[in-house]
């Protein structure tokens, strides 16, 4: 019995379709990432107690970590410790001579936006895939 024999055609194609699709997602990766950290940030805004002086709000900030070929994109949402070095006291409380109970906020906005912010980033990235190819 004779072995079947398999012609693939338009291996190039594929190659230079999947090439362009590493390129774009790579150019975007962290655009994409802040853009949904800000959002997290906003929301951690909205939640923080308003203080006497407004600085855990302002405090809010987000980021991105400078990109590396060989390393994930990373962007963050928190709370600027010189800013406002007692947002964890807030958000955890504390004991000593004046204890204050927590008053969560940077979690619960997380918990509030985490699946909207797969499901965006998840979005984007179709959108980029589709668009190379």
């Known amino acids: 019995m004779a072995n079947p024999t398999i012609y693939l055609k338009g291996l190039d194609q594929l190659e230079r379709n999947m090439n362009k699709i590493l390129k774009d997602v790579n150019s975007e990766r962290t655009k994409i990432l802040l853009e949904q950290a800000r959002l997290v940030r906003d929301r951690i805004r909205e939640k923080a107690p308003q203080?006497?002086?407004g600085n855990l709000k302002a405090a809010a900030y987000a980021a991105a970590l400078p990109e590396k070929v060989d390393s994930p994109a990373r962007a963050f949402a928190g709370i600027r410790p010189r800013k406002a070095s007692h947002g964890h006291l807030v958000e955890?409380?504390?004991?000593?001579?004046?204890p204050a109970p927590p008053h969560p906020?940077?979690?619960p906005a997380w918990d509030e936006l985490k699946e909207d912010v797969k499901r965006n980033i998840a979005a984007d990235l179709k959108k980029i895939i589709e668009g190379a190819v």
Do not use: Y
């Open 51 to 53: 203080g006497e002086t």
């Open 92 to 98: 955890f409380g504390h004991g000593g001579p004046n």
């Open 105 to 107: 906020f940077v979690r």
